[in-house]
């Protein structure tokens, strides 16, 4: 019969102990499941006309409402047209959680609602405009110039560590 005292001695045990402390801190450094209970809000007002003289305000191209996906989502994004030509995506009332690497992407994908719909977006065409600002609030991201608007009919919430969509609107035209 093996002793519990040579067991602890047991350089096997001494390895896998190492191992496994390497293995969780590897872990909750990659899922970060903290975030889960944090918050970023971010208010950013909407884009106007910079020139006093401008002759108009922006101009609503297409809007959607965002549905839940991996997690709870609600919120507005709206894509507006700048007097200068400009393009801008605005997320208003946005309220989804917080979570590692998470970035707002236009896409070609439909929006399908459930578990379906989860993994749908990096399969086509996406344009990413970058790191969520915020998990809460309105804010917005400039679309770059050459960025076709007819062939992106989505926007989605897109979580690029796990591959996943926390929520995702489809767009409709104004």
Excluded at 57 to 76: F, K, M, N, W, Y
Excluded at 141 to 150: G, K
Aim: aromatic share 6%; with cysteine; proline share 6%.
């Amino acid at each position: 019969m093996v002793s519990a005292r040579r067991i602890a001695r047991s350089p096997i045990t001494w390895t896998l102990a190492v191992l496994l402390v390497l293995g969780l801190g590897a872990g909750l450094a990659l899922a970060q499941p903290w975030r889960l209970f944090t918050n970023t809000t971010v208010d950013e007002a909407p884009p106007a006309a910079t020139a006093p003289d401008a002759p108009t305000q922006p101009r609503v191209l297409a809007r959607g409402s965002l549905i839940s996906h991996e997690h709870d989502t609600a919120g507005t994004v709206v894509l507006l047209r700048l007097p200068d030509g400009g393009r801008v995506l605005r997320l208003e009332d946005l309220d989804t959680s917080d979570g590692p690497d998470l970035h707002v992407w236009l896409t070609d994908a439909d929006v399908v609602a459930g578990k379906s719909g989860w993994f749908v977006f990096d399969d086509g065409a996406h344009v990413d405009l970058g790191s969520l600002k915020g998990n809460r609030g309105s804010q917005n991201y400039a679309i770059p110039a050459d960025t076709d608007l007819t062939a992106l009919t989505s926007v989605t919430i897109w979580c690029q560590r796990f591959h996943v969509s926390f929520g995702a609107a489809q767009l409709e035209n104004a």
